[in-house]
């Protein structure tokens, strides 16, 4: 096959994919509506990366432990290619809720048995000496975690194999097609932008606006994180969560959030959502944010591409056109595909932590490569999991919940 491929937007989802097939010696023509990569849910100051276990090392738990390993040696590969990205491995102090998710947390550590370097259990004293805050109890400590800027991996995704990836930006794209063996993607007025024998879908939620992928289950979750004012030098110097997140100073800011609402368009900040990302706040580092008030924050609103089960959507997109409804259940593997047409997307509130592995996996797939994750978690991840009828795919969301 003619090693080309189309890319449609240029967020976590896109950048990563294109740079792991430029890495290959694709060629990569990357289609982006803004004038710029990481506009969209992939344009915040910072986010945080870090692991999510769970006490039956469940596909989320496993997929996520992967995708920070993954991106940890990722992020340090484009640091020492020269490339500016800007993360923090200051670590990232996960506060339990009450007592009772603390005993989980530390039943957690003790079961998962995790590399000392990933997972720590820390009782009140000890977080509130990591903190520098008088924070309310103890919780999970990773020191491999930190805080990410998502635009800076954007753009040094795209900048480390620059001469592979022809970028089109200001370009949306309206239409997608395969007249003959190439898939065509072309603008509100049919104009062509790109044509190759692979098209890859990473514009998060309208990947479903096309006809042959109307199927897909994509919705939108808006999130909202506020900006407060921070001194150099000020405290907290590391990630601190609990039911919400504030980061160490970026530039003179920490982030503190975020909001989750589905099906909410509004792009506009809203004074309540800062009202709510203070109270979250408050839970976490109890007092911080005396006298600052809701009204008087900046902030960014972005919409996470979600999918129903919260795994995110990697790999060839099934032929919906092509499948009896009322047939019995068909395995994945027998699955019809479209020919050359990939989704990398569903990142939800993880892509930070998933999209370099996101990116290796449908790399893997589009080359037939050797996959850098287990059959299973390569099956929880698909998107014709969405077209799988009945009992099975019952099973299959069961699963991860
Ligand atoms: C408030 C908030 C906090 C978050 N915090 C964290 C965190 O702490 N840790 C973490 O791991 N993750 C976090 N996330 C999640 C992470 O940011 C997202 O999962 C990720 O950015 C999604 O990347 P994406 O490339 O799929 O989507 P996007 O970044 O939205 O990229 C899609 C791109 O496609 C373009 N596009 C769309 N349609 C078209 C078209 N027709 N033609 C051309 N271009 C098109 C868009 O302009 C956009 O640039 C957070 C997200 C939000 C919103």
Redesign the pocket.
Known sequence: MNAHAIV???????SSAAERLAARGWKIDL????HA????????VA???RPLPSLDDNRLARLTRAGFEHACRHFAALTAAGQPLRWGQTGVLHLARDETHAATQQRVVEIRKAAADQLYFVDRQQARKLAAWPVASGGWWFPGGGWVD?GSLCRANLARYATAITTHYA????QIDRPADLWRARNAAGDVIAAAPVLIL???T?AR?FAVTAHLPLRAAR???SHLAAAAGSVPDVVVCRLG?VTPAIDGLRCA??TFSVDDGEAALRESDHAENLAKLDFILPGYGNGIQARDLAGRV????LSPDRLPMIGAIGDAAAIDPDAPSQALAEMPRLPGLYLI?G?????????ALAGELLACLVTAAPLPLPDDLVDAVDPGRFLLRGRSRRQRVDKVR
């Open positions: 449609i937007g240029a967020g976590l989802a896109g289609i982006e509506r803004a990569p990481a506009q969209g849910a992939s344009g915040n986010g945080v990366l998502p370009a949306e794209v309206a990473a514009n998060a309208t606006h999130g909202q994180v997140y959030g975020a972005g919409f996470r591409p997307n990142f939800g509130a993880r892509g930070i932590v998933w999209s």
